[in-house]
């Protein structure tokens, strides 16, 4: 159950960060590298962009509160509802960097309910957020990418994108859609030279978690429920899904294009046996 960033925060598999973005191994694979991150002022947008920077990339940050973003990363004002905003930002950002070569799409915002319980308006609204605000930002950047040769494109999807998840119509078929965006510019633009994947983030924790959470009946039952739909029995962190989203981006992945990493607890694909009763 990732959720929400915001017209450009974060994804809500997504909340901030549990902490810096670093770089244990010390790498700096990234270096001479250009990216731009959406939604990258907290949660999962901050700490890949954190860790980008960790690598060794030059990195600005697209979000609806740049005053958030503190440096190295170079804050830029956005709204990926609105094109003009992403092309003036995207814009900006490409000429103080001199370039792109990494664009990863995580803003975004999330939505509860059956597909009664939204009206039509706010299907809308998430949708254009969701899925037209990667088209944007994609769109913006594509001349800057096409010119480098190392152009790497990230969306961020969400395990709801795979498995069916209740209380999450609306979300699931944003990022259903994301996953088939994803699949659909990789082969758009493999002449390009451009790599396009996506990440699946599962039930990360988070502060759009937590706020679930203590509306709760019960938050410390419903956070252990959670944690138990993921077969390593945990929630995921915004860090472990800032390390597979640098990983797509960078050149170890040089082979990769048109894929959809999960990075879920095993949510996804295991079906473990339950534990015997005692």
């Not at 450009?8 to 670093?22: L, R, V």
């Not at 999962?44 to 005053?67: K, Y």
């Not at 088939?180 to 758009?188: I, N, V």
């Amino acid at each position: 159950m990732t959720e929400p960033t915001t017209g450009a925060t974060t994804d809500p598999a997504t909340g901030p960060a549990t902490g810096p973005a670093t770089d244990p191994a010390g790498g700096r694979e990234l270096a001479g590298l250009r990216a731009l991150v959406t939604g990258g002022a907290s949660g999962i947008g901050q700490a890949a962009a954190r860790l980008l920077a960790a690598r060794g990339a030059r990195v600005a940050v697209l979000d609806l509160r740049p005053e958030d973003v503190t440096a190295p990363l170079l804050p830029y004002r956005a709204d990926v509802s609105d094109d003009a905003s992403v092309r003036a930002a995207v814009s900006a950002a490409a000429e103080d960097l001199g370039g792109l070569d990494i664009l990863v799409n995580n803003a975004g915002i999330g939505a509860a309910g059956t597909v009664a319980d939204n009206p039509d308006e706010e299907w809308h609204r998430v949708w254009d957020v969701n899925v037209v605000g990667m088209v944007r930002t994609s769109r913006a950047a594509l001349p800057r990418l096409r010119a480098s040769p190392h152009a790497s494109v990230v969306n961020v999807c969400s395990i709801a994108a795979t498995a069916g998840l209740p209380q999450r119509a609306l979300y699931s078929a944003t990022k259903g859609a994301v996953l088939s965006l994803t699949l659909a510019m990789a082969a758009d633009h493999l002449p390009d030279g451009i790599r396009v994947n996506c990440v699946n983030p599962g039930t990360a924790d988070t502060p759009w978690v937590a706020r679930l959470l203590d509306a709760a009946d019960d938050p410390e039952a419903e956070r252990a429920a959670l944690a138990a739909r993921q077969p390593m029995g945990r929630l995921v962190t915004a860090g472990e899904v800032a390390a597979a989203i640098v990983y797509l981006a960078g050149p170890a992945a040089s082979a990769v294009t048109g894929t959809a990493l999960a990075v879920d607890g095993g949510m996804a694909g295991l079906r473990p046996r339950p534990a015997p009763r005692t």
